[in-house]
């Protein structure tokens, strides 16, 4: 019997300068001038979101100070972000792309690999690309920049290969022009450090990466080593996964970076209990409970630290939580700078109404008291507000406490694997 | 002339299926206008507004008139404060 086996055709969509467009469509009269969405000064979130092609040309650069990008270009228009609006355009062209197929997964608002290979009927995937990329200009009124290729990373690559509003094919014959030529890092999961190391061993371009000796890359890396040499070969076979508004919950976090500088332990106490909160109610509300503690800290000098910590038992306690994550604080801290932004979040996480074993060194009896005390203040919360009943300690600063994470938390960031 | 984005005030019907068939738009108080006939409906941005949503090409009075629903609410391009339906 003979086999055929069917190339995929993957495309990857990425809306161009998302936020900056959007803005643009909805404010005509600034169309025509350099335009980026900042955070808000007051509240330190004052960086830069996202710009348009006209303020690209200053240099200008995602993630840089609001006055650092006013001093580069002193016309530029800076509007403060309305993530309802993106999300509402991101639900849009979901649903243009859920027109040509099922299988469709989002990488953040942006961005989206689409499989296409059952789609024949509608062309192949350079006709498809072009249709969608019509599409979203006719009926979102932005534009878009398609890669397609027959895995999910070349098609990545493809969509960040020519922007704005272009389309690039990268195949079996022309994947070593395009691709190989490349800088490692534009591949994904190429951070700063992983270049640095590559950098170090001589390899700068994709290409120098794929004609590496796998067990070369194995023994530095690890099995991210594998995971490298088979991307750069254009061997990654990630399927793109089905379209389910729910996608399944990995972890479940909260972070703020704090109005102030944070000094001294009481203060982390603060911000740490009322994001402690906000991801046990969210945890309580979905139905998890989760075992692994994360703490991420970032000092005024934007150094930035991850500790994490295995529980004995499944919990969505908000003390045990609140507990668990100060706990992991105060033994990796040692305030050598004061602090500028701190994120909990929860992670290993199983059903709620997973049977539990408890063990006996622990008191279970006022575990279940403490339940019942979080349905209590989640039952005020839910009829009165997030403020309506909050440890003292938060009233001891409230210019600190006086943030509602769970409500103001909108934009959740997403892993390839 | 300038074009800028305005809200209207809407009569629809809500058909029992579900769908949606714009019945008569309210440019400013007081002037009321028919909408003869819905000739093409589909989703849309305007550029010149500044909105995207499902766009109602409509007849009002002989002319050809577009009119968006952008979530709940029904935009317009007008032109330049002054009323062009007629």
Request: net charge positive.
């Amino acid at each position: 019997m003979e086999v055929v086996i069917i190339e995929r055709v993957i495309l990857h969509s990425d809306c161009n300068s998302f936020y900056a467009s959007v803005e643009c469509l909805h404010h005509p009269e600034i169309r025509n001038k350099p335009v980026a969405v900042g955070g808000d000064v007051e509240q330190r979130h004052g960086i830069i979101l996202a710009k348009n092609q006209l303020a690209k040309k200053y240099n200008i650069k995602t993630g840089e100070a609001l006055w650092q990008a006013k001093r580069k270009c002193p016309e530029l228009v800076i509007l403060p972000p309305n993530y309802h609006l993106y999300m509402r355009f991101s639900k849009l062209a979901r649903q243009i792309y859920l027109d040509y197929t099922d299988q469709v997964e989002p990488f953040g608002l942006d961005e989206c690999w689409l499989d296409v290979t059952g789609s024949a009927v509608r062309g192949d995937g350079l006709t498809i690309a072009k249709e969608i990329s019509a599409r979203i200009k006719y009926e979102l009124g932005i534009t878009v920049s398609i890669g397609v290729s027959w895995n999910k990373i070349f098609a990545k690559l493809g969509s960040d290969y020519k922007k704005p509003d272009a389309i690039t094919e990268i195949t079996r014959q022309n994947f070593k022009e395009i691709v190989w030529p490349l800088p490692a890092g534009d591949l994904l999961y190429v951070g700063y450090s992983t270049q640095r190391r590559l950098n170090s061993m001589g390899i700068h371009t994709v290409g120098q990466l794929a004609n590496m000796p796998q067990n070369i890359l194995h023994s530095n890396f690890g099995k991210w080593g594998d995971i490298l040499f088979c991307f750069a070969n254009g061997m990654d076979t990630t399927p793109v996964a089905k379209f389910d508004n729910s996608p399944t919950v990995k972890s479940i976090g909260n972070s703020t970076t704090a109005p102030r500088d944070l000094l001294n332990d009481e203060d982390v106490k603060i911000v740490l209990l009322v994001l402690a909160d906000s991801v046990a109610r969210r945890l309580r509300e979905q139905g998890f409970k989760g075992r692994t503690v994360c703490i991420s800290v970032r000092d005024n000098d934007l150094f930035c630290f991850t500790r994490q910590h295995t529980m004995k038992q499944y919990t969505n306690i908000t003390s045990e939580i609140a507990k668990s994550g100060l706990q992991l604080f105060y033994k990796h801290y040692r305030w050598n700078k004061p602090i500028r932004s701190i994120g909990i979040s929860v992670t290993d996480l199983v059903s709620d109404c997973v049977p539990a074993q408890t063990d006996l060194y622990c008191d279970e009896r006022s575990r279940e008291r403490k339940e019942r005390l979080d349905a209590a203040t989640d039952w005020l919360k839910s009829r009165f507000g997030t403020y309506a009943v909050q440890p003292a300690v938060l009233l001891a600063d409230r210019r600190l406490s006086g943030f509602d994470p769970k409500k103001d938390h909108t934009i959740h960031p997403v892993g390839y694997f | 002339m300038p074009v800028y984005k305005k809200y209207v005030d809407m009569i629809v019907q809500y058909t029992e299926d579900g769908k949606i068939i714009p019945l008569a738009v309210r440019w400013a108080p007081g002037e009321i206008f028919e909408i003869d006939r819905v000739t093409d409906i589909r989703p849309c941005a305007s550029l010149k507004a500044g909105g995207a949503g499902i766009r109602y090409t409509c007849e009002i009075k002989g002319r050809e008139k577009y009119i968006w629903l952008e979530e709940s609410r029904w935009f317009v391009e007008a032109k330049d404060h002054t009323i062009n339906a007629g």
